[in-house]
């Protein structure tokens, strides 16, 4: 937390330079199209297969466990770092052989209402794409050495190199005649996209090598990753193996569920959730990589006060932000997924579609930010099963109420219905990892949370109203158009934001107080 101010800028930074990627692709393949579908299917793959592997066991298991032996004077923590990292390279390289040779089957798993055209294009781009898996384990295995040492803003600033790289390919492909129509696709514009896109996420894993120089750390394959308790890294993964499995269930489903509500409805939900993502990233990932190391720390010491001290902070300090936020995305959706979506190749009813979603996904922000900090506790804990266990119930009530959705609701609509799935199904996850959590660690600061909780409610209400007064009045007058949007946006948010920061004063919320000292200050 000590570098709080310079992680949320990096992430800031890589999260709004990963967002205009997004803008870049969008305006270049078409927002609605069917090109960017296969595109965004075949993209996403590796990163799903990667989660699925091995995303859930670096995420949750080897920082805790770096800093474990970071504190043991009998253990070599580089040699230790070093065959941990030959044991993540050797393992997926026979992953992303194996997943290419099966890249036809992977396609017909994720989107089986793809046409014939749409899949052979879907399945060239897989084939090109699967090789980011080793990169993304790379990088990840870099990261979590980073942050063991407490290195936290250098691998956040490194994604932004990746999309640079991408950005570029967008933009050249724009420039050599690409459009948004697959069937004039041709084959240097389909290598152009291969290539660049994999080549970016290979420039973030070297800018993360290079990091690890800096911070003393040597990249180096040792031939036998044996003498870092396989075994035991294998148990503590295990559980996370299957939260993660069933979240990739979750996405086979939604996936396959998007790919059958009309053309362009995968991109649709695709892009409105990557924007949904970002205040999570730029604030409760920030907060979450601050905090796990210290946590960790004071989970080893059986320091259970100091463990719910740190939670209780990072989910107020998380929260000030992102209640109204959330009113934000809920009220101003439509309007923000037509500013960032309608360029280029796309379709406005497409960017329209998009904001109705993002819309849906406002309410999911806070609770799905909860839920992820709390789980964190159990992680620092080195216990993987009690969140293996409540993330799979999560997944199961998102998979049931979204095949639900998809009897009652037709048409493009469902992707609207599969957002609102997703706030309840988080929802629940958040309910029931604070009980089981305040059964592991006691109280956890309950009635200070909920105090500043409903405080910050009252404020994001009143500002989400205004908020909407200010879109009803404006919209006669200005219209639905781009440049009428953008005006929409800008004072519908002001006036809100305005009227928030008013009423976090009045209502006298502390943690508005402290998140604008630490800002001026630059310390957290």
């Given amino acids: 937390m000590r570098t709080g101010q310079a992680m949320a800028t990096a992430t800031l930074v890589s999260r709004v330079t990963g967002f205009v990627r997004v803008l870049t692709l969008v305006a270049a393949l078409g927002l609605g199209t069917r090109l960017l579908d296969a595109y965004t299917v075949a993209n996403v793959t590796p990163n799903s297969i990667y989660e699925l592997v091995m995303g859930g066991a670096l995420a949750s298991v080897?920082?805790?466990?770096?800093?474990?032996?970071?504190?043991?004077?009998?253990?070599?923590?580089?040699?230790?770092?070093?065959?941990?990292l030959s044991l993540i390279v050797y393992a997926l390289a026979v992953v992303v052989i194996v997943t290419i040779i099966a890249a036809p089957l992977l396609m017909d798993l994720y989107a089986s209402g793809f046409t014939p055209e749409q899949r052979r294009t879907a399945i060239v781009f897989t084939r090109f794409f699967l090789p980011q898996i080793l990169f993304y384990g790379v990088s990840a295995a870099l990261a979590a050495i980073l942050n063991a040492r407490d290195r936290f803003v250098s691998p956040m600033w490194a994604p932004v190199a990746n999309n640079l790289v991408v950005i570029t390919t967008a933009l050249v492909f724009v420039v050599i005649g690409g459009t948004g129509r697959l069937e004039t696709l041709t084959q240097a514009q389909t290598l152009l996209l291969s290539i660049?896109?994999?080549?970016?996420?290979?420039?973030?894993?070297?800018?993360?090598?290079v990091a690890g120089r800096r911070a003393g750390f040597r990249v180096r394959l040792r031939a036998d990753p044996r003498g870092i308790g396989i075994r035991r890294i294998g148990v503590m993964a295990g559980w996370t193996v299957l939260s993660v499995i069933a979240a990739q269930a979750v996405f086979v489903v939604i996936t396959d569920l998007a790919s059958q509500a009309g053309?362009?409805?995968?991109?649709?939900?695709?892009?409105?959730?990557?924007?949904?993502?970002?205040?999570?990233?730029?604030?409760?990932?920030?907060?979450?990589?601050?905090?796990?190391?210290?946590?960790?720390?004071?989970?080893?010491?059986?320091?259970?006060?100091?463990?719910?001290?740190?939670?209780?902070?990072?989910?107020?300090?998380?929260?000030?932000?992102?209640?109204?936020?959330?009113?934000?995305?809920?009220?101003?959706?439509?309007?923000l997924a037509t500013v960032l979506f309608a360029h280029g190749n796309a379709s406005p009813e497409a960017a329209r579609l998009t904001g109705s979603v993002l819309a849906a996904y406002g309410l999911a922000l806070v609770p799905f930010a909860g839920y992820q900090i709390m789980l964190r506790v159990f992680y620092a804990f080195g216990d993987t099963r009690t969140p293996?266990?409540?993330?799979?119930?999560?997944?199961?009530?998102?998979?049931?109420?979204?095949?639900?959705?998809?009897?009652?609701?037709?048409?493009?609509?469902?992707?609207?219905?599969?957002?609102?799935?997703?706030?309840?199904?988080?929802?629940?996850?958040?309910?029931?990892?604070?009980?089981?959590?305040?059964?592991?660690?006691?109280?956890?600061?309950?009635?200070?949370?909920?105090?500043?909780?409903?405080?910050?409610?009252?404020?994001?209400?009143?500002?989400?109203?205004?908020?909407?007064?200010?879109?009803?009045?404006?919209q006669s007058a200005v219209g639905t158009a781009w440049t009428g949007s953008a005006v929409t946006v800008l004072l519908a948010a002001a006036a809100g934001a305005g009227l928030y920061a008013l009423g976090a004063r009045g209502l006298r919320i502390a943690e508005f107080g402290e998140l604008t000292a630490m800002i001026r200050t630059g310390r957290a």
């Fill in 62 to 84: 080897i920082v805790p466990l770096l800093i474990r032996t970071a504190a043991d004077e009998n253990t070599d923590d580089e040699l230790f770092a070093q065959r941990l």
């Fill in 388 to 474: 293996a266990l409540i993330s799979t119930g999560v997944s199961a009530v998102t998979i049931a109420t979204c095949l639900v959705a998809a009897r009652l609701t037709p048409g493009p609509d469902l992707v609207i219905a599969i957002a609102g799935c997703t706030a309840l199904a988080y929802a629940t996850g958040l309910v029931v990892t604070a009980a089981v959590l305040r059964r592991r660690i006691g109280l956890l600061d309950g009635h200070r949370l909920l105090d500043a909780h409903a405080r910050m409610l009252v404020a994001a209400t009143v500002a989400g109203l205004t908020a909407a007064v200010t879109v009803r009045s404006l």
């Fill in 196 to 209: 660049g896109t994999s080549a970016g996420v290979a420039v973030q894993m070297l800018v993360l090598i």
């Fill in 263 to 335: 053309p362009g409805a995968v991109s649709v939900y695709s892009n409105a959730y990557t924007l949904f993502q970002l205040p999570y990233a730029v604030i409760a990932v920030t907060i979450i990589t601050g905090v796990l190391p210290m946590m960790s720390r004071s989970a080893a010491g059986r320091d259970f006060p100091r463990v719910t001290a740190d939670l209780s902070r990072s989910l107020r300090l998380s929260s000030t932000v992102l209640v109204p936020v959330a009113a934000g995305l809920v009220v101003l959706g439509p309007q």
